[in-house]
């Protein structure tokens, strides 16, 4: 993986970006840095990562179990920051589930715990696009997508 763009599309390698956060060998400095990473961690289905940058006051909302199968059931494509402040971020994170194409377009709130930065909580949006059989994959692999994610 060490030379893999990192999946939170910033356009850094893993190694440099989101991977220190994800092996806690590193803190992120801005809570767009935590979602950024928090992106990465559903990718690679880290789960423990985030349960363990979600404010503690949210956590008992959290289900390791049931997190761990959606984010190993879905197929990770991009993740789009819309907008970004102190101690909020707008994203749209799209990914295939079955032959759908879905968006979650969420507004984030983060805090400061234990001076670090942790998920508070989302005014979150599902969006499901269909996607036919012949149409390009949205994984922008140049292949169909019946012949790539289409399962």
């Known amino acids: 993986m060490s030379d893999q763009i990192c999946f939170c599309d910033s356009l850094q390698l893993f190694k ?8 806690n060998t590193s803190k992120p400095d801005t809570c767009e840095q935590l979602m950024r990473s928090r992106y990465s961690a559903y990718v690679t289905a880290n789960i ?11 956590r008992e ?3 390791a179990e049931t997190m761990k199968q959606w984010a190993q059931q879905a197929n990770w ?3 789009e920051l819309i907008n970004a402040s102190e101690n909020q971020v707008e994203f749209k994170a799209y990914y295939i589930l079955g032959n759908k194409l879905e968006a979650i377009h969420e507004t984030s709130d983060f805090i400061k715990e234990n001076d670090s930065w942790v998920y508070l ?9 269909d996607i036919g059989r012949n149409e390009p994959c949205p994984c922008k ?11």
Not at 16 to 23: A, I, K, R, T
Not at 48 to 58: H, M, V
Not at 121 to 129: I, L, N
């Open 16 to 23: 440099d970006c989101c991977e220190p956060f994800l092996s």
């Open 61 to 63: 909302e959290s289900d």
């Open 121 to 129: 909580d989302g005014d979150a949006h599902m969006h499901v696009y």
């Open 141 to 151: 692999s140049g292949k169909k997508f019946k012949k790539c994610c289409y399962k």
């Open 77 to 79: 494509i991009k993740l």
């Open 48 to 58: 423990d990562y985030l349960i363990q940058t979600t404010a503690e006051e949210s």
